[in-house]
T-cell receptor, first 115, second 115 residues
Framework: DSGVTQTPKHLITATGQRVTLRCSPRSGDLSVYWYQQSLDQGLQFLIQ???????AKGNILERFSAQQFPDLHSELNLSSLELGDSALYFCASSADASTISYEQYFGPGTRLTVT | QQQVKQSPQSLIVQKGGIPIINCAYENTAFDYFPWYQQFPGKGPALLIA?????SEKKEGRFTISFNKSAKQFSLHIMDSQPGDSATYFCAARGGYGGSQGNLIFGKGTKLSVKP
């Protein structure tokens, strides 16, 4: 158990809908990263937050957004869903976005199915 | 330059064998190279990691060999067991600019250890 929790575990929704995925980092970790895992694209970095502020953006679609709250949990919002958004979404956390600690620990993921 | 190339795509070994998984990168700004193990339906689990100033690191049955001049690194699993059957991902940390903390993943190697 990595200490990172994600809810829900599974999500089935229709095209055009909006969903919210939730992540709680390990106790004490300030950084949260979101990754998407699909069969064709592999594991792709979406976005990083550090202590409530956006730190880096990767291959995140404009239809997707995220935020990190004062208690450090994070939410990934996916809107106007398309069939191609079906994937596993992972959250990872690390202690610090600086050069001190590099280890990222992944949660169990949310499997999103868009029908 | 942002890619991490991983090979082979799949690997079958007998119990007790030493599977070797290879990764190559181009970006010399990468500053941290972890390996993750993923079982079906689970999140990636951090296995072992190395920084570019070290040529080898061992943790239990897992060894990373790192060749900075060739920009290559590999994972060796000593005395492999059926329980090691999983998908293994190499990764590299951005190390520069706005994407400093995120990981760039290889496509993964599906390892099967036969009893």
């Amino acid at each position: 158990d990595s200490g990172v929790t994600q809810t829900p575990k599974h999500l089935i929704t229709a095209t055009g809908q909006r969903v919210t995925l939730r992540c709680s980092p390990r106790s004490g970790d300030l950084s949260v990263y979101w990754y998407q895992q699909s069969l064709d694209q592999g594991l792709q970095f979406l976005i990083q937050y550090y202590n409530g502020e956006e730190r880096a953006k990767g291959n995140i679609l404009e239809r997707f957004s995220a935020q990190q709250f004062p208690d450090l949990h994070s939410e990934l919002n996916l809107s106007s869903l398309e069939l191609g958004d079906s994937a596993l979404y992972f959250c990872a956390s690390s202690a610090d976005a600086s050069t001190i600690s590099y280890e990222q620990y992944f949660g169990p993921g949310t499997r999103l199915t868009v029908t | 330059q942002q890619q991490v190339k991983q090979s082979p795509q799949s690997l079958i070994v007998q119990k007790g064998g030493i599977p070797i998984i290879n990764c190559a990168y181009e970006n010399t700004a990468f500053d941290y190279f972890p390996w993750y193990q993923q079982f079906p339906g689970k999140g990636p689990a951090l296995l072992i990691a190395i920084r570019p100033d070290v040529s080898e690191k061992k943790e239990g049955r897992f060894t990373i060999s790192f060749n900075k001049s060739a920009k290559q690194f590999s994972l060796h699993i000593m005395d492999s067991q059926p329980g090691d059957s999983a998908t293994y991902f190499c990764a590299a940390r951005g190390g520069y600019g706005g994407s400093q903390g995120n990981l760039i993943f290889g496509k993964g190697t599906k390892l099967s250890v036969k009893p």
